[in-house]
């Protein structure tokens, strides 16, 4: 990758919103310049993240040793933004709080709200669509929202599907969802709203996209005091961070890649980020009301920055702030030079997106990454004494037994401290859900893109193949010396005997057989040892 903050010319087929800077281009302007009335509103909102099951959410797998939930930062930062015009608001993280329809129809009773805004990845989708029904039911004057990246990669047929969803948005929704509430309250047209979606009798509209907001310091940091108290209802990933009081921001939008398998449609390719300031700020205002002092930067390109990564480290080391984090990288993207300044302010641990240990598969991911260059950043994380995580794809199209094998090698060959795998979802939003059905059998039902579940099966493979190879990955990957002796040499104290349970506990039941090894592939492990 040569440019940081450029945009570039992608090539793809197919029908999908576009989603490239240069074509939406760069809003330019400050919030206040749109106008928006401060001052207390007699319009009361809503927005739900909806209950997912956890079979939804984790398909097949039993993770439920270390299923993890954060709060729903997409709608914290509406809230947050709609707070600040004088919205009284309520956040309902239904997911999290385990609730029923029944239970947010009692609330949605007692609150009385007039417009409720429920998000939704493509794997809630249905969710979302229910709790709509029942409250349109429940009462047909109360408008309802839906936003997020499913509805953003899929906005006419979500709408023509769920009829009880009154309105859409496509992309961020800071602006957009403000002016749709000024507009409601003030009784005016809302057909000139850009990145409205809209009924007009049988038809649904899609208005032209809002440009990317480009000063995002401009946004009230996400309202982690409108969800219930933190540490008792959420419990981020125990492989992601370093204590239990934990929290997830994003502090960045977008990312220069091209990986045909992304969804980058709210956020776009290009890229903008929160100031140093801005964070940092952010991170010692919740280390000093909630005493949270480890960060997972759920960023896509955390380091997309140079001077920026630079500038939140040097500050984090000047004031001695006692904070821990982790983060994900391209590889392209981690300079070895930073490395040792990142671990002086904090940072335990990078996770980089490998996805395949075959340069072919890679190149037709378009992760435009060469293998040498990941060894490279791997080598450089381990040597500034960080840990190191590998995140691997397995059942990509193009896919051979050779390739997934190969992949398997490498990840054994890098010097990782751990390693994942997903399986290969041709997201709505990205390429590959307009070209998936060419390279393999794919079943685009949306209540399964949830990565753990297998809804797309390269041609030459079969459901099984995948999944015997997943479990021969944990376990090759896992149990070897090297690995085990570390994760003994990490067991200092309660809670690290409690994580090690819990990861303990989730390897054995996603290593154990309960299929039956597929005869071919006995076959081809045998010859390749
Ligand atoms: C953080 C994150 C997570 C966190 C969620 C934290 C949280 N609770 O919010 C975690 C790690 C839990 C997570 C999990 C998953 N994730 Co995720 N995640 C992200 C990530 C990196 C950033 C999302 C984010 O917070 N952005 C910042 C906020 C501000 O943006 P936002 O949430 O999109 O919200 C804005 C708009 O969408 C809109 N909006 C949202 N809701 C609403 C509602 C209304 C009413 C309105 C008007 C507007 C609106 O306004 C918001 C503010 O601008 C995105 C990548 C990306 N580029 O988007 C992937 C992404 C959303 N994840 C994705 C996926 C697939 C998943 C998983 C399903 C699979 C997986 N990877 O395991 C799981 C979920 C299931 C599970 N097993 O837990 C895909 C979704 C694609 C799709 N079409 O569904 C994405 C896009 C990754 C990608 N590039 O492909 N994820
Ligand atoms: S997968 Fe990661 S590197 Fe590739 S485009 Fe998406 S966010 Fe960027």
Not at 48 to 60: K, L, M, Q, R, T
Request: aromatic share 12%; proline share 5%; charged share 25%.
């Amino acid at each position: 990758m040569s440019s940081l903050h450029g945009d570039r010319e992608i090539k793809r087929s197919g029908t999908g919103v576009l989603t490239i800077g240069k074509e939406i281009g760069y809003d330019l302007s400050h919030v206040d310049s749109y106008g928006f009335e401060y001052g207390l509103k007699d319009l009361k909102v809503m927005l739900i993240n909806p209950p997912v099951s956890f079979d939804c959410f984790y398909g097949e797998w039993d993770l439920s040793d270390v299923k993890s939930s954060s709060p729903p930062i997409g709608i914290l930062s509406l809230a947050s933004m709609i707070r600040k015009y004088g919205y009284p608001v309520r956040i309902l993280d239904a997911h999290a709080e385990g609730m029923t329809i029944s239970d947010i129809i009692e609330i949605v009773d007692e609150f009385k709200p007039h417009v409720v805004g429920l998000t939704a990845m493509t794997v809630m989708i249905s969710a979302s669509a229910e709790i709509a029904k029942a409250i349109k039911a429940f009462n047909p004057e109360i408008t309802t929202i839906i936003g997020g990246v499913h509805v953003t990669a899929e906005p006419i047929e979500t709408l023509r599907r769920y009829t009880q969803f009154d309105l859409a948005t496509v992309g961020e929704g800071e602006v957009v969802f403000t002016e749709i509430l000024e507009r409601i309250r003030k009784n005016l047209p809302r057909d000139v709203i850009q990145s409205l979606v809209w009924r007009e009798g049988e038809k649904i509209n899609v208005n032209p996209r809002r440009a990317f907001f480009k000063s995002l310091d401009e946004f009230p940091p996400p309202a982690f005091d409108l969800v219930p108290e933190l540490f008792n209802h959420y419990r981020l990933s125990v492989f992601g961070t370093k204590k239990f009081r934990s929290v997830g921001l994003v502090t960045s939008r977008g990312c220069v890649g091209e990986c045909t398998f992304c969804d980058l449609g709210v956020v776009g390719r290009g890229y903008r980020s929160n100031s140093a300031k801005y964070l940092i700020d952010l991170m010692k205002d919740l280390y000093n009301k909630l005493g949270v002092s480890d960060f997972l930067f759920y960023d896509d390109l955390f380091v997309g920055s140079r001077p920026r990564l630079k500038e939140i480290c040097e500050w984090i080391i000047r004031e001695k702030l006692p904070f821990t984090w982790s983060c994900c990288a391209r590889a392209d993207f981690l300079h070895p030079d930073m490395m040792s300044l990142m671990k002086k302010a904090g940072c335990w641990m990078v996770e980089v997106g490998i996805e395949s240990g075959c340069q072919r598969v890679m190149d037709s991911m378009r992760k435009n990454v060469s293998k040498e260059r990941v060894r490279e950043c791997v080598n450089s994380i381990n040597e500034a004494g960080i840990v190191s995580k590998g995140n691997f794809i397995f059942g990509n199209p193009g896919e051979t037994h050779d390739s997934i094998r190969e992949t398997i090698d490498y990840a054994c060959s890098l010097k990782l401290n751990y390693a994942q795998h997903t399986f290969l979802q041709p997201l709505p939003g990205s390429e590959l859900y307009e070209t998936a059905g060419k390279y393999g059998e794919f079943d685009p039902s949306w209540d399964r893109f949830n990565t753990f579940s297998i809804n797309f099966v390269p041609t030459g493979f079969t459901r099984d193949d995948l999944i015997w190879y997943s479990k021969y990955f944990w376990k090759k990957f896992y149990l070897r010396p090297r690995i085990l002796w570390q994760e003994i040499k990490k067991i200092q104290s309660i809670e690290d005997i409690k994580r090690a349970w819990l990861s303990f506990k989730a390897f054995v039941k996603t290593v154990i057989y309960k299929r039956k090894l597929p005869e071919f592939v006995q076959r081809q492990i045998v010859n390749a040892h």
